[in-house]
């Protein structure tokens, strides 16, 4: 879409919020769209907003509990916030998947 090529551009400019803002647009016109979502997470974590890398990260598993990469990164967010609590929420719903087990402390 035109706001994710935008947002893109922006990216490569290294101008980080307005990427954010592109992406977050394009994220909106296109709710199933998981790529955006997953940019989106991506620098979220960078910029240090570990709570909409956390929200955005719950939107993608919503879709599909099976990808690896956003747990990878809700982890991260979650680790960097110390919600360990949530940690151990989330471990006792994930599915069975041995990488993504492998994630979590034991």
Do not use: W
């Not at 307005?18 to 989106?40: P, T």
């Not at 620098?43 to 599909?64: F, Q």
């Not at 919600?83 to 998947?97: H, Q, T």
Request: net charge negative; charged share 30%; hydrophobic share 40%.
């Amino acid at each position: 879409t035109y706001q994710f090529e935008q947002g893109k551009i922006a990216e490569k400019q290294n101008d980080i919020p307005k990427a954010i803002g592109f992406y977050e647009n394009a994220a909106a016109l296109d709710k199933d769209d998981m790529i955006v979502r997953y940019v989106l997470a991506g620098l979220y974590l960078k910029e240090k907003d570990y709570n909409k890398a956390i929200v955005t990260c719950s939107e993608i598993l919503a879709k599909d509990n099976t990808e690896f990469q956003a747990y990878e990164m809700l982890l991260q967010a979650l680790e960097a916030n110390k919600d360990f609590d949530a940690i151990k929420e989330l471990s006792a719903k994930i599915p069975d998947d041995d990488n993504i087990h492998n994630l979590f402390p034991p």
